[in-house]
């Protein structure tokens, strides 16, 4: 999602992409620093048994840097160690926001140009999730790290539905209002309920009939675009979204749409 | 004749895998159906709704069965996908459809090997995959569906599903079957009987709005929900059979039985329409009745006994769990290793 230019063609001089490991203060060196507590208390006994531990997480030569007991019978570890394995970065293909990042004028003129009219938007904190501040935080008027939210932009008429919104409550207010976009946020989870509850989403709107009409967004702090795309939305957005970025992709994915 | 399935039947030429969740064993299940497909059937075509062949899973970080193709066989998937997989893939054709990756397309596998399969999303791009590969001869599709996403199975899209399920759904073998018993109960709403409902769907369908008629002799009636005025009269009047055109979830019902004066059947679509908790579709049933007009044809179900999440259930009495539960569907098991090598 950014739009530095971080293309592996840019890498440092003398490195293979085929093996790439981490950098501790030499190319190749594999250092990487863990941090974990144990429920055990601090000493000869719980300092071999952090090592083993990093050991088996694919550390060589493990060296314990920090420890401290906690009381109550628990210690914290931090360790240094030379990570055993490589990644193949020419081989990786990550799926990406591929739109560009317009202003808030931009926005707005693109869409109340192209489209001739204000793009109608519904938001929810969905399932059982009651952290809405995220969603919050693109959709407010007063948004988000320095941006306004959707609210803010005549391009925009935003109904935020709120937290713990059911799929079927999200989908009859979709439908009453038709609405262009739907944005699906989701912060908490537990056995992957997140997941099954957006897939669910998806399929919902598919029964319905209404797939080929609507732009389906979700986002959250566990959420990656890869992930939205394999649970059939059109685009997803993770920790550190700015309201901006939505809007930006919304005004040129509706007038792609258009077309 | 098909090497795995030898019951699989030769009147399916689009068959879905949907899982009980994720990490089932689609992947499993769908190597395994390629690579049973016999002399008949030289060139099977095969694409996923979502993404699948991907090295690791990406949630859990852990290795995945990597989807693998034969020579002569399809593939419809994103263009920029083609080389993150080992076979060599020739496009034959551009199905209008584009994503991040490039253009969906079908290709003829040239060389076999690994494939990526990903870009393909809804309903829409998997109905114009399909109708490529049925241009280029392709005689048998497989379709897989990402996560537990029921779409592949919409009757309209394959013509029989198979239902992958395994040892992650459960820690015991008694929840593993219990939750694969509630997901066939989802895809086994029977078929409604009655030679009316047919046109009272189609009514419900031309309008895009619920259909009801007062029984036993009342006429076809729209109305936009249950809580609509002249739904709301006949529904109090007595029984009465609703035609619902597309999604339905528990408020739906739950409204439907709170006006109803008598008894409802309500029909949906097909299975991938409802969305109903298990409690909520059971306290329906018990005064009212919840058919489809058209039911999906489960082929058969697939057992994993590995789970991605680190456990492993004994193989055979798991097997014998799901056959008791799966109501005479022919159940199996591939034995293959968990991880690839
Ligand atoms: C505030 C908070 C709460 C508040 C929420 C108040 C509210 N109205 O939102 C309260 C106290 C209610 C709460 C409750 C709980 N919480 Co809480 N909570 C948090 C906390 C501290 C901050 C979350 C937050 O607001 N982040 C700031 C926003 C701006 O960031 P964001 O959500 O990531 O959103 C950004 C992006 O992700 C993205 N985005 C998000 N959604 C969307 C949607 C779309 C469409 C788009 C485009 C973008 C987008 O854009 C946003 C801006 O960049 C986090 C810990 C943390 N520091 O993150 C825990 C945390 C999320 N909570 C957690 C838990 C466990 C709970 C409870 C279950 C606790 C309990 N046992 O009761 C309950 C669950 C309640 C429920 N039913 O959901 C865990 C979740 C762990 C997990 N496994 O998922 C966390 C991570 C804490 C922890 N480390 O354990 N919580």
New interface residues.
């Given amino acids: 999602m950014t739009t530095r230019d971080d293309s592996p063609a840019r890498a440092v001089s003398g490195l293979d992409l085929h093996a790439v490991g981490p950098y501790g203060d030499t190319l190749g060196d594999g250092i990487v620093q863990v941090s974990f507590s144990l429920p055990v208390p601090a000493g000869p006994e719980a300092r071999e048994a952090a090592r083993r531990l990093a050991v088996q997480m694919g550390l060589n030569e493990p060296q314990v840097y920090h420890e401290a007991d906690l009381g109550y019978g628990f210690s914290f570890w931090i360790l240094y160690g030379k990570c055993r394995h490589h990644v193949d970065v020419t081989?990786i293909?990550v799926?990406?926001i591929?739109t560009a990042p317009l202003s808030f004028e931009e926005i707005n003129a693109l869409v109340l140009e192209k489209a001739g009219r204000r793009l109608r938007i519904v938001g929810a904190c969905t399932g059982t999730d009651a952290h809405t501040v995220g969603i919050d935080a693109i959709l407010n008027m007063k948004g988000f790290a320095g941006e306004y939210g959707l609210e803010r932009y005549p391009a925009f008429e935003v109904i935020n539905l709120g937290s713990q919104v059911?799929?079927?409550?999200l989908?009859?207010k979709v439908r009453e209002t038709g609405a262009d976009a739907v944005l699906v946020s989701q912060v908490v989870t537990q056995k992957?309920v997140h997941?099954?509850n957006l897939?669910?989403w998806?399929?919902?709107?598919?029964?319905?009939?209404?797939?080929?009409d609507l732009l389906l967004l979700c986002g959250g702090p566990r959420i990656?675009?890869?992930?939205a795309?394999?649970?059939?939305?059109?685009a997803g957005f993770g920790a550190g979204t700015t309201p901006r970025q939505v809007a930006a992709w919304l005004a040129q994915k509706w007038v792609q749409h258009l077309r | 004749m098909h090497a795995t399935l030898p019951w699989m039947p030769q009147d399916v030429f689009v068959i879905a895998v949907v899982g009980c969740s994720k990490n089932a064993g689609k992947t499993t299940t769908l190597n395994a159906l390629l690579a049973g497909f016999g002399d008949d059937v030289p060139n099977p075509g095969v694409l996923s709704i979502g993404i699948d062949g991907e090295e690791v899973d990406f949630w859990l970080g852990v290795p995945k069965p990597r989807v693998e193709v034969r020579q002569g066989a399809f593939v419809a998937t994103a263009e920029g996908a083609l080389a993150a997989g080992t076979a060599l893939v020739e496009i034959c054709e551009r199905t209008g459809g584009r994503t991040l990756l490039g253009d969906l397309v079908v290709g003829r596998v040239t060389a076999p090997g690994s494939v990526l399969l990903a870009g393909i999303r809804s309903k829409d791009d998997v109905r114009a995959a399909i109708a490529a590969m049925k241009r280029l001869g392709v005689p048998r599709i497989l379709v897989d569906g990402a996560y537990q996403r029921l779409a592949a199975a919409d009757p309209e899209v394959s013509d029989g599903t198979i239902l992958a399920t395994g040892a992650v759904l459960g820690t015991t073998i008694d929840q593993v079957a219990l939750r694969t018993l509630e997901f066939l109960q989802r895809l086994r709403v029977p078929r409604s009987e009655f030679a009316d409902d047919g046109a009272l769907m189609d009514a419900a369908r031309r309008d895009n709005r619920l259909a009801m008629r007062a029984l036993p002799a009342g006429g076809i009636v729209t109305a936009d929900g249950p809580t609509d005025p002249v739904a709301v009269q006949i529904l109090g009047s007595g029984d009465a059979v609703i035609a619902i055109p597309g999604a339905i979830g528990d408020d739906l019902v739950r409204q439907c039985a709170a006006l109803s004066a008598g008894r409802i059947r309500l029909l949906a679509r097909d299975p991938t329409r409802l969305f109903l908790t298990p409690q909520e579709a059971t306290a329906f049933r018990k005064r009212h009745d919840l058919r489809v007009i058209q039911p999906i044809r489960i082929l058969g179900v697939t057992v994993n006994p590995f789970s991605v999440l680190g456990w492993t259930l004994p193989r055979e009495p798991l097997v014998a769990a799901i056959r008791a539960v799966a109501d005479g569907l022919p159940v199996v098991s591939f034995d293959v290793h968990p991880h690839p090598t």
């Fill in positions: 081989r293909v799926p990406k591929d059911s799929n079927a409550t989908l009859s992957d997941l099954s897939a669910e998806v399929d919902m709107v598919e029964a319905d009939g209404l797939r080929q990656t675009h890869e992930v795309l394999e649970l059939g939305f059109d």
